[in-house]
Nanobody, 116 residues
Framework: QVQLVESGGGLVQPGGSLSVSCAAS????????MGWYRQAPGKQRELVAD???????NYADSVKGRFTISRDNHKNTVYLQMNSLKPEDTAVYYC??????????WGQGTQVTVSS
């Protein structure tokens, strides 16, 4: 089992910055990829960015150049730095951990609201 605890998020004005983090505990040595997904009201959950244990990253086209994902394997924590935020970035952001076996775990979600 893996437990994911998210922190950060909140309300920010358009053009502003915000960061979220996710700490993993449990069978952490079996985690391959960690990442962030988001789900806006009435929309499907979508990948924002993910990062492998080795540090390879993958971003959704909509956030490239604005968001940065990073990972501290010693702290078992993944971070998402979000800059130049837009109203369309408003969503619940979920942390995801994908094991080498393919099994996935999810955090409880944290709200990010971009509004003036």
């Amino acid at each position: 089992q893996v437990q994911l605890v998210e922190s950060g998020g909140g309300l920010v004005q358009p053009g502003g910055s915000l960061s979220v983090s996710c700490a993993a505990s449990g069978i952490i040595f079996s985690i391959n990829t960690m990442g962030w997904y988001r789900q806006a009201p009435g929309k499907q959950r979508e990948l924002v960015a993910d990062i492998t244990r080795g540090g390879s990253t993958n971003y959704a086209d909509s956030v490239k150049g604005r968001f940065t994902i990073s990972r501290d394997n010693h702290k078992n924590t993944v971070y998402l730095q979000m800059n130049s935020l837009k109203p369309e970035d408003t969503a619940v952001y979920y942390c995801n951990a994908r094991m080498f076996s393919g099994r996935e775990y999810w955090g409880q979600g944290t709200q990010v609201t971009v509004s003036s």
